[in-house]
């Protein structure tokens, strides 16, 4: 099975600026999970969504949003750019059930300038 | 309250010796937990999990959950130089819950 595929791998963007960032889940899968990873901070919850819906959510401000299509594959948005979210977003799958294993996709490395 | 806290690090072995990564939970009613291992500038792989009381071996790993402690470890046995990284640990409460990370621990194995 191909893994977790994200896309774009690397971005840089100014202040003020919105971006989106895409994720395709590994072939089967039902969850997407984001999460953005900074050296100070670690790995950071942002959202989970689920057959389209958001299941749940961290405590990011609403500039953070996020949707999930049909086929599972889930897109993030981050509006108004600052500087405080250049940082890894790294989503993974899973296939939902209670025991299941999130697996990770390679990451996009943003840079806010 | 951190809900998941992992011992501070870094944390430096010996090639051969056995490296314990140690990581403790704060919701009693948690019910999955594993173990990541994140090499630098790559993403979170996941090396094991655990469900149950008790311990979980794989090759070289073990993984051990005392659910009345809250605590989960990971051992590492004749710890290899591939064996640096940082390793991540993480507990979901429950069915449709989210999972949690802990910071991090890193771990540097000497030749």
């Known amino acids: 099975k191909a893994g977790v595929t994200q896309t774009p791998r690397y971005l840089i963007k100014t202040r003020g600026q919105q971006v989106t960032l895409s994720c395709s889940p590994i072939?089967?899968?039902?969850?997407v999970s984001w999460y953005q990873q900074t050296p100070g901070q670690g790995l950071q919850f942002l959202f989970e969504?689920?057959?389209?819906?958001?299941?749940n959510k961290g405590n990011f401000p609403g500039r953070f949003s996020g949707r999930q299509f049909s086929n599972s594959r889930s897109e993030m948005n981050v509006s108004t750019l600052e500087l405080g979210d250049s940082a890894l977003y790294l989503c993974?799958?899973?296939?939902?059930?209670?025991?299941?294993?999130?697996?990770f996709g390679p990451g996009t490395r943003l840079t806010v300038l | 309250q951190k809900e998941v806290e992992q011992n501070s690090g870094p944390l430096s072995v010996p090639e051969g010796a056995i490296a314990s990564l140690n990581c403790t939970y704060s919701?009693?009613?948690?019910?999955?937990f594993f173990w990541y291992r994140q090499y630098s500038g790559k993403s979170p792989e996941l090396i094991m999990s655990?469900?149950?009381?008790g311990d979980k071996e794989d090759g070289r790993f073990t993984a051990q959950l005392n659910k009345a402690s809250q605590y989960v470890s990971l051992l590492i046995r004749d710890s290899q130089p591939s064996d640096s990284a940082t390793y991540l640990c993480?507990?979901?409460?429950?069915?449709?819950?989210?999972?949690?990370f802990g910071k991090g621990i890193t771990l540097s194995v000497r030749p």
């Open positions: 993974a799958s899973s296939s939902a059930q209670p025991t299941d294993t999130q697996y």
């Open positions: 072939s089967g899968h039902r969850s």
């Open positions: 969504y689920f057959s389209e819906t958001q299941r």
């Open positions: 919701d009693r009613g948690s019910q999955s």
């Open positions: 655990i469900y149950s009381n």
């Open positions: 993480a507990v979901r409460a429950g069915a449709n819950s989210k999972l949690t």
